[in-house]
Structures are given as structure tokens and as C-alpha cells.
């Protein structure tokens, strides 16, 4: 076992389904102010939405890089 490649990587397994969660998360945050009434904010919700689902693109989107160990 010298060799670790990560080549073959799930999407719905470790960091990408937490990238995942996070996009969901996101989209949630954009529609909620016209699903629920609330005080919040139309813009604040707009931003945090994105900043969650760009963050959450980011984290899965990465690739696993693929480690050699001597």
C-alpha cells in the first residue's frame, strides 16, 4: 500500500457532500424572505445565500489530489 490515488471520487461522499450542503444551504437562504414572513432583510438574505452557495461550489468542485507516500 505505497500508493493513494484519488483519482475516483464520489461527490455525495466527505467534503464534496458538505459542498453540497452548503449550495443547499445557500439556495434555501435566497427563497426563504418569499416563503416565510419574516423582518429580515431581502438584500442580507440575497448575500448570504450567495456567499454560501459560492462557497459550497468551491468546496465541490475541488479535486482530491492524489498522494505517494515512499
Request: aromatic letters at 18%; a positive charge.
Amino acid at each position: 500500500m505505497n500508493y493513494f490515488n484519488f483519482k475516483r471520487r464520489s461527490l455525495f461522499s466527505g467534503p464534496h457532500l458538505l459542498g453540497f450542503l452548503f449550495i443547499a444551504v445557500g439556495i434555501f437562504s435566497i427563497v426563504s424572505p418569499a416563503i416565510f414572513a419574516n423582518d429580515t432583510s431581502f438584500e442580507r438574505a440575497l448575500v448570504v445565500g450567495a456567499v454560501a452557495a459560492i462557497f459550497g461550489a468551491m468546496i465541490a468542485s475541488t479535486a482530491q489530489p492524489s498522494f505517494t507516500y515512499p
